[in-house]
């Protein structure tokens, strides 16, 4: 069931959702005192590591694995023998793939080590699967559809994770084929796959940018009373193709989405966290029943709420996703939601209250798991970030 307010539009907005040779060992996580916070905050903590190889995509009857067949199913039916699919590609790139290729200007967002998981200063978790489409046309590919891991550092709510999943997709066109040509080809494949996602539903074009297509598209179905953003889509930028080494008189398109946004939508899960669950409760429903699986909540365990408070003396030195981070980092899946729910100024200084909800998809907390998690965390805000607990 959807949500009020819920929108797969955030899937596009951040860069269409924005084979490499670099291989990691997980680094020793650095001590996080607040001298050393800004370069931390850059490192990959381990339990962000130890998800690197789970590769939900690719799991028998797992939803996302569900979703990821059918899409790769109409694009051959639609292109036969024409796409080749890559669902392994090694998740660390480096930022000359994620960003630099992609024309994503220095000062964005997403080069932040606020917003990326940086493993040192030339390489990083790819941010998107678009991060491999330059490498993938210099050898020579002209149609592939690409599924994998991604990985941001986001807020903590039922709808954010630090790891998801992304559909991406380009394709080259001969010699002589128009541009008006090319967008028609993209529009038509992508409503179709909208149909077959979601049936004969209502949908419309809305412009776009992304910096990697010009000109950009957003597509939205009318989902249940509200416009819901499937996907981001356009026609390849000239210097994307020419940093492949495409021909100057061959234009292309591309496509990206998430999985878990849209798996959330069409079989009704309500937490994305229920996605890494083991709990056979839930990976039993999607037992081949296709894309026609809906979720049936088996329990729903009481959450426990808990606040935190501190002052912020020198706020150029905190950032609202240490804190997010941390609590994944100290709580894990156990932590669903964290806000704030309070700030005021004093002085030069800012007073944040924070309201962390744990809740477990498996079991009831008891107050003396959710109490050693809440000290823990505390604790760990004291000792690493810059502030002062209240």
């Known amino acids: 069931m959807l949500t009020s307010g819920f929108r797969v539009r955030h899937v596009a907005r951040r860069l269409f959702s924005c084979s490499s040779t670099v291989t990691a060992s997980e680094p020793a996580l650095r001590s996080r005192s607040s001298d050393t916070l800004a370069s931390a905050r850059g490192r990959v903590p381990a339990s962000i590591w130890a998800k690197t190889s789970a590769q939900l995509h690719l799991r028998r009857n797992h939803p996302l694995n569900t979703l990821r067949k059918h899409i790769e199913a109409y ?8 796409f080749r699919m890559h669902s392994s590609l090694p998740p660390v790139v480096s930022t000359v793939q994620c960003f630099d290729d992609l024309r994503v200007p220095l000062g964005h967002v997403s080069r932040a080590p606020t917003d990326t998981y940086y493993v040192d200063d030339t390489t990083l978790l790819r941010t998107h699967m678009t991060a491999h489409d330059v490498e993938l046309l210099a050898a020579g590919e002209t149609a592939f559809l ?18 998801f999943h992304q559909v991406d997709a380009a394709r080259l066109f001969p010699s002589g084929t128009s541009r008006k040509q090319v967008e028609e080809d993209l529009k038509q494949t992508l409503s179709g796959l909208a149909k077959a996602l979601f049936g004969d539903v209502e949908m419309r074009w809305v412009e776009g940018y992304f910096p990697f297509t010009h000109p950009s598209f957003e597509l939205e179905v009318a989902w249940q009373g509200e416009w819901l953003e499937v996907l981001g889509c356009g026609l390849l930028h000239r210097e994307v193709l020419q940093r492949g080494g495409v021909s100057d008189d061959v234009e292309g398109w591309a496509f990206g989405m998430g999985l878990e946004r849209l798996a959330m939508v069409l079989f009704g899960v309500p ?15 999607f037992n081949e029943r296709g894309i026609e699986a809906r979720y049936k909540p088996f329990s729903v365990f009481p959450a426990v709420e808990k606040d935190v408070s501190f002052w912020v003396e020198d706020i150029s030195r905190f950032h609202e996703n240490d804190i997010h981070e941390l609590a994944r980092e100290v709580c894990g899946d156990l932590v669903e939601n964290v806000k704030v729910v309070d700030t005021f100024k004093k002085g030069g200084s800012l007073s944040l209250c924070f309201r962390i909800t744990f809740r477990s998809m498996e079991k009831t907390l008891t107050h003396a798991e959710v109490n050693k998690l809440y000290n823990e965390f505390r604790t760990q805000i004291s000792e690493t970030l810059p502030v002062t607990l209240r």
Do not use: M
């Open 271 to 285: 937490d994305i966290r229920l996605f890494w669950s083991e709990d056979e409760r839930f990976l039993g429903q």
């Open 146 to 163: 690409l599924c994998g891991d991604v990985y941001r550092r986001d807020t903590v709510d039922r709808t954010h994770y630090p790891v």
């Open 75 to 82: 694009i051959h039916e639609k292109y036969p023998s024409t």
